[in-house]
């Protein structure tokens, strides 16, 4: 167990809706990264923030969106969603990202039908 | 940006084998190797990582080596055992941001 806690494991929505990723960092990490993993994309970097400010986006979609919060856990949303937006996001905390180990966290695995 | 090779996509290897994987990244500024292991259904879990002014780095029955002239660092497991099967990922990361570009992942199968 990494310590890092996301919700909700599994989540099946249909296109054109919108959703919120939610997690939590291992206790004490001021940095928390999102990633998308997909079969062909593989692991993606989205966004980074540390201690609420966004510190550096990747290849977010605009569609999507990102805050964290003053208890430092962060919340991921995705809307206007389409198929290719099904994938297995990961959220992942570290001390102060700064080359600090990642710890990622379990994912939460979304299906748009 | 940076971008991450890794080679093999699949190795299969005998319990008690050895297994190579081998990465090579775009950024000369990239100086932190992290190696994560991904098993089914979990996240990725850091195993072993290097910085780029150590060449080589051992823990147990891996180890990771780095040549930055060549841009190029791999992972060796020795004496493999059944539960080393999983994903393996390589990433670079370049000092300031640290944020990890992930090779896109080697599966390891031991068979017993």
């Known amino acids: 167990d990494s310590g890092v806690t996301q919700t909700p494991k599994h989540l099946i929505t249909a296109t054109g809706q919108r959703v919120t990723l939610r997690c939590s960092p291992r206790?004490?990490?001021?940095?928390v990264y999102w990633y998308q993993q997909s079969l062909d994309q593989g692991l993606q970097f989205l966004i980074q923030?540390?201690?609420?400010?966004?510190?550096a986006k990747g290849n977010i979609l605009e569609r999507f969106s990102a805050q964290q919060f003053p208890d430092l856990h962060s919340e991921l949303n995705l809307s206007s969603l389409e198929l290719g937006d099904s994938a297995l996001y990961f959220c992942?905390?570290?001390?102060?990202?700064?080359?600090?180990?990642?710890?990622f966290g379990e994912g939460s695995w979304l299906t748009v039908v | 940006g940076e971008n991450v090779e890794q080679h093999p996509s699949t190795l299969s290897v005998q319990e008690g084998d050895s297994a190579v994987i081998k990465c090579t990244y775009s950024d000369s500024a990239s100086n932190y190797f992290p190696w994560y292991k991904q098993e089914l259904g979990k996240g990725p879990q850091l195993i072993i990582d290097i910085r780029s002014n150590v060449g080589e780095k051992k823990d147990q029955r891996i180890a990771v080596t780095l040549n930055k002239t060549a841009k190029h660092f791999s992972l060796h497991i020795t004496e493999t055992q059944p539960e080393d099967s999983a994903v393996y990922f390589c990433a670079a990361a370049a000092g300031g941001s640290y944020i990890p570009t992930f090779g896109r992942g080697t599966s390891l199968i031991v068979h017993p």
């Open positions: 923030y540390y201690n609420g400010e966004e510190r």
């Open positions: 206790s004490g990490d001021l940095s």
């Open positions: 992942a905390s570290s001390a102060d990202g700064t080359g600090n180990t990642i710890y």
